[in-house]
């Protein structure tokens, strides 16, 4: 997980609560600090990245700010690469102005994880999914000290329901990066085979998978809190249920009628 730099598309309570177990198993998994583990952690609101310089946070979203120095380190270094190539800010530069404040973010930061629950419904769009493509294909993370990203595949989150709100579809993801996404949506999806004739079957990403068990963990044991730990051990457990076969789909979950 230390691997990656995670980019959050909204701020709400869904993407906050994300965060917040995502740097929960990063402390537990990779025994990081809290500090290094919200180091991995970039989240934008509908006002655009969350920084430490904005006065309008809430202390939700304030825990989860980065920075602005390093923000602004982060694009001078951008528009210093674009000015040694040759350029005043190409298409691939974070530099440069771009069509939307989440494609600007994503050629800056060049995240190897994107996460919607902004139910902003296409706000994944081609641009949105190639540079995030581009970027992992061979890139440096934004994160103190440098060091390079070891990650393979970008990988796509489209986690916002109904599906009219999906930041993309499973089809636009894969035609995007050719390939190369490993993606997950708030709602089943349709999957697609593709030129080699593979099937392809994106999962389900939704807290329904976890409500059953651990309903019936809290009511066994009755315990009186529902602790972060306990919700990573029921995603860990239902990550374990993916069969070989439904792997080879490019499914990252097992499917919702399999589950027990």
């Not at 982060?74 to 939307?100: F, K, M, P």
């Not at 989440?102 to 139910?119: D, E, H, M, Q, Y």
């Not at 419904?121 to 103190?144: M, N």
């Not at 060091?147 to 595949?153: E, I, L, P, S």
Request: with cysteine.
């Amino acid at each position: 997980l230390m691997r990656q730099t995670f980019l959050f598309f909204g701020a709400g309570q869904a993407n906050i609560g994300c965060a917040q177990l995502l740097t929960e198993a990063l402390q537990l998994q990779e025994g990081v600090s809290p500090a290094e583990a919200q180091s991995r952690v970039w989240m934008m609101d509908s006002k655009g990245l969350l920084l430490d310089d904005r006065s309008d946070l809430s202390p939700e979203k304030a825990r989860f700010a980065q920075p602005a120095d390093l923000y602004r380190r982060l694009l001078q270094q951008s528009c210093a690469t674009s000015d040694d190539n040759g350029r005043s800010g190409g298409s691939d530069s974070g530099c440069a102005s771009a069509s939307s404040p989440l494609l600007s973010a994503v050629r800056l930061l060049r995240p190897s994880t994107l996460v919607g629950a902004a139910s902003v419904g296409g706000a994944f769009d081609s641009d949105v999914l190639r540079a995030l493509a581009d970027g992992v294909a061979g890139t440096q993370p934004a994160k103190k000290g440098g060091g390079a990203a070891a990650v393979a595949r970008p990988v796509v989150l489209a986690l916002s329901n109904p599906t009219s709100r999906a930041e993309c579809t499973y089809a636009q993801a894969y035609e995007a990066t050719r390939g190369a996404a490993v993606y997950a949506s708030g709602t089943q999806l349709p999957g697609l085979v593709d030129g080699y004739g593979k099937t392809r079957t994106p999962s389900q990403a939704n807290n329904c998978y976890v409500f059953p068990g651990i309903g019936m963990g809290c009511a066994a044991s009755a315990a009186t809190d529902v602790t972060p730990r306990m919700l990573l051990a029921a995603a860990r457990a239902v990550a374990g249920l993916l069969s070989d076969a439904e792997l080879a789909e490019e499914s990252v979950l097992p499917s919702v009628t399999r589950l027990p």
